[in-house]
């Protein structure tokens, strides 16, 4: 009892040790690295490594020497019965007599060695192998890409959310001190109903943005999980600050970086598919060469009138065969050159799709730089505008205390400076997804 007792609260520690042992805290580099080892698409991704790699030894395997090994026993119910001349037991010419051959059980045993010689489309699928295993390194590669893509945006919208939660709260609280400064000056007849009012609509809807901000803090917060394959109520923290990040996001010289297409992702893999188009058309020319395969056949056969085929006085008769058979391909009604004429076809739409392929790169390319650098020019403006937008909310809260503005102008630089808020968190976000955007199409 008291082992099982000690064997349990081992299980116990070890299982709190190893929870103890996952990170919760993250930089944005952190959960890229952990999204890449655990993230779901890219735990299949490198499964299909191995999937293609054993692929690759089937295909070679299938030309390596076969073995098989065959046993067989049967028994005659009822012995099929032949006839013979009477004349060879005796009896008067031109009669038959009925005669039973053979012993009613018969067991076989036989092993067969196979050896393709020679195959066409043999040799054309291994070497076909190759270009299938780049294909799934190329192909893990752009899960690779998706999943960094969706982490960073995962861990900037929880940021900026976050980061919403936190200013809404102070907005919030700056509006309840207003509201409740002028629901007393309301109360004693020195301000009007309006002013509060308006002071009212415009708490209701910071108080609702809030709300909305803190589901989408836990949210953004699950979905990042959710990319970086941990349970979905798992606490994980960020340990970088959106500011931060963002002004470290602002790298003007990746805009001159040399770009080199061989190492666009997107690239590679329809370069993967001009591979395999040639070698379809390969395979498809190679049906019209000859087959040659070898084969020895060693096998034991035994005869009894009962199942005696385990009694060591059981005599059995050995044989073996050695063959070839081969196989000339001579005449198919031209089905063979209707083949290699669309394998001549389907690789001429690869090379047309790769060409297409390259433009399309290049203009994405474009596209990322003009993005990036709108995100950076718009990052830098919202930040000069939110301290516009603070200023004249400053003003206005002080000539609205004073009596010279009214609660509506107050109101409306009020709005302005929510909205400047919003703006300048979003371009933070909108320049760290920009340049990942680029750095993938670059794959830098």
């Given at each position: 009892m008291k082992l099982t007792r000690l064997f349990i609260m081992l299980i116990v520690l070890s299982?709190?040790?190893?929870?103890q042992d996952e990170p919760t805290s993250f930089t944005l580099s952190e959960a890229i690295a952990f999204a890449l080892e655990n993230n779901y698409s890219a735990l299949n991704a490198d499964r299909d490594i191995v999937d293609a790699r054993k692929q690759k030894w089937e295909t070679i395997a299938s030309g390596l020497p076969q073995i098989t090994g065959d046993v067989s026993y049967q028994n005659f119910l009822k012995q099929p019965v032949s006839l013979i001349p009477a004349e060879f037991v005796g009896g008067d010419p031109g009669d038959f007599v009925p005669i039973v051959f053979g012993q009613p059980q018969q067991a076989t045993a036989t092993a067969t060695l196979r050896q393709q010689v020679f195959d066409g489309s043999y040799i054309v699928g291994v070497q076909a192998t190759k270009a299938f295993l780049s294909y799934s390194q190329n192909n893990k590669e752009k899960t690779a890409q998706e999943v960094r893509k969706a982490v960073v945006e995962a861990y900037g919208n929880v940021l900026l959310a976050k980061e919403s939660v936190g200013i809404l709260r102070n907005n919030l609280d700056a509006l309840n001190d207003n509201l409740y400064e002028t629901q007393k000056l309301y109360e004693n007849g020195l301000a009007e109903e309006e002013s509060v009012e308006q002071l009212q609509i415009t708490f209701s809807t910071v108080e609702s943005q809030l709300n909305?901000?803190?589901?989408?803090?836990?949210?953004?917060?699950?979905?990042?999980?959710?990319?970086?394959?941990?349970?979905?109520?798992?606490?994980?923290?960020?340990?970088?600050d959106l500011n931060d990040l963002a002004q470290?996001?602002?790298?003007?010289?990746?805009?001159?970086?040399?770009?080199?297409?061989?190492?666009n992702v997107d690239f590679k893999l329809v370069n993967n598919l001009n591979e395999q188009r040639y070698y379809e058309l390969k395979l498809a020319k190679s049906r019209a060469l000859p087959t040659l395969n070898a084969f020895l056949n060693y096998g034991s056969t035994a005869f009894s009138d009962s199942f005696t085929f385990f009694d060591s006085e059981q005599q059995?008769?050995?044989?073996?065969?050695?063959?070839?058979?081969?196989?000339?391909?001579?005449?198919?009604?031209?089905?063979?050159?209707?083949?290699?004429?669309?394998?001549?076809?389907?690789?001429?739409?690869?090379?047309?799709?790769?060409?297409?392929?390259?433009e399309q790169i290049r203009l994405q390319l474009e596209k990322a730089k003009s993005d990036y650098q709108l995100a950076v020019?718009?990052?830098?403006?919202?930040?000069?505008?939110?301290?516009?937008?603070?200023?004249?909310?400053?003003?206005?809260q002080i000539k609205y205390k004073e009596g010279i503005a009214s609660s509506f102008e107050l109101r409306q630089a009020q709005t302005q400076l929510y909205s400047?808020?919003?703006?300048?968190?979003q371009s933070m976000v909108d320049v760290i997804n920009a340049k990942t955007e680029l750095e993938v199409i670059a794959n830098n």
């Open positions: 299982y709190s040790g190893f929870s909305n901000a803190m589901r989408l803090e836990k949210i953004t917060l699950q979905m990042l999980n959710l990319v970086m394959g941990l349970p979905l109520d798992a606490p994980t923290q960020l340990s970088e470290a996001y602002v790298d003007p010289t990746i805009l001159d970086a040399p770009f080199i297409m061989e190492n059995w008769f050995d044989s073996s065969i050695l063959g070839f058979d081969l196989s000339i391909p001579i005449f198919s009604s031209l089905k063979r050159s209707a083949s290699t004429q669309r394998a001549k076809i389907a690789l001429e739409k690869a090379k047309t799709q790769l060409k297409e392929t390259q020019e718009q990052y830098n403006t919202t930040q000069e505008n939110l301290n516009l937008a603070e200023r004249i909310e400053r003003k206005n400047a808020q919003q703006e300048y968190l």
